[in-house]
């Protein structure tokens, strides 16, 4: 069993920044790709960034330059720095990682549950 804990979402105000946290526990062998997805009211899911394991990061257009992922292998962590906050970016917010639970298992898709980011005019 593998269980996404998120943390760090909020209100701001336009302009304003925020940090996402997203830890990665139970039984989890190793984690190819970590990333972040958004689902704003009315409308799909829809990428943010990634981050492969050893690899380059991958941004949506509408975040570059104001967006940074990152993570940490030794704590299973990936973070979401978020500046210049706009009230478009207002959406839920769900970690996302591939990963195996074991070391014979396939990779396997796990989510979070979501951590709500409110961006006020």
């Known amino acids: 069993q593998v269980q996404l804990m998120e943390s760090g979402g909020g209100l701001v105000q336009a302009g304003g920044s925020l940090r996402l946290s997203c830890a990665a526990s139970?039984?989890?062998?190793?984690?190819?790709?970590m990333g972040w997805y958004r689902q704003a009211p009315g409308k799909q899911r829809e990428l943010v960034a990634t981050i492969p394991s050893g690899g380059s990061a991958n941004y949506a257009d509408s975040v570059k330059g104001r967006f940074t992922i990152s993570r940490d292998n030794a704590k299973n962590t990936v973070y979401l720095q978020m500046n210049s906050l706009k009230p478009e970016d207002t959406a839920v917010y769900y970690c996302?990682?591939?990963?195996?639970?074991?070391?014979?298992?396939?990779?396997?898709?796990?989510w979070g549950q979501g951590t709500q980011v409110t961006v006020s005019s």
């Open positions: 996302h990682i591939v990963g195996r639970p074991t070391a014979w298992a396939t990779p396997n898709d796990y």
């Open positions: 139970g039984s989890i062998f190793s984690i190819r790709v």
